[in-house]
């Protein structure tokens, strides 16, 4: 019964369509504490897809992806490994936020596979009309939702990777979950770090020339 499969409209034809649904989720509890639903945005036709963890603290409130610190900082990598940010489209895995209250202030909490798994049809169908060229995951969550659990971002992150067989799942988005079935032709995927682990880091500057030359092996791939 859980999961956000049946919240997605049968007649979704573009991202407009799956948006306008998003609010009425209800396939995990998370759509209980947050504020609003944050959906994917950018380009229609971006042929680079960033996938992300959860929406933070300020992307809750304003209703939007990476708008926060994680995101300035995105943006900036984004910048410096010369990707035209216009050609681009952001998302998360999970569409709610997740937190708890510490005091006042709402505290990040990274989704458990439940969430991940919950919400994975929205990410899928925004594949299945994206058909991005290169999906780009940032981050652990990310990769639990696309490469499963035993990835390991730290070994793999910067190469450029065949869409995986381990992500093939009845609602992979190769076959997608919509109606009229768009047939996706498969992708490549690069993994690297999320831009919150770099404002974590020890050292800024290395993670994030870390992040850079990963992007780096992004912008070289696009065709
Ligand atoms: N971190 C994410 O993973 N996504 C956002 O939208 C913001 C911060
Ligand atoms: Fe639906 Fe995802 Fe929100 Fe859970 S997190 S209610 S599955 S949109």
Redo the contacts with the bound molecule.
Sequence with gaps: PA??ER?IPDKARSLDDLKQA?PG????E??ENATQ?VFGRGDAHAKLVMVGEQPGDIEDQKGLPFVGPAGHLLRRAVDAAGIDPGTLYITNA???FRFEMRGKRRIHQTPERQ?IE??RP?LVSEFALLRPEIVVVLGATAAKALLGPSFRVTRQRGELLPWPDAAQHPDDFRTAPIEGGVEVPPGKLVATIHPSAVLRADNQDIAFNGLVDDLKVVASALS
């Design positions: 999961g956000a919240f998003a989720c209800r396939g995990c998370l759509y639903v999970v569409k709610h969430h919950a919400c929205w």
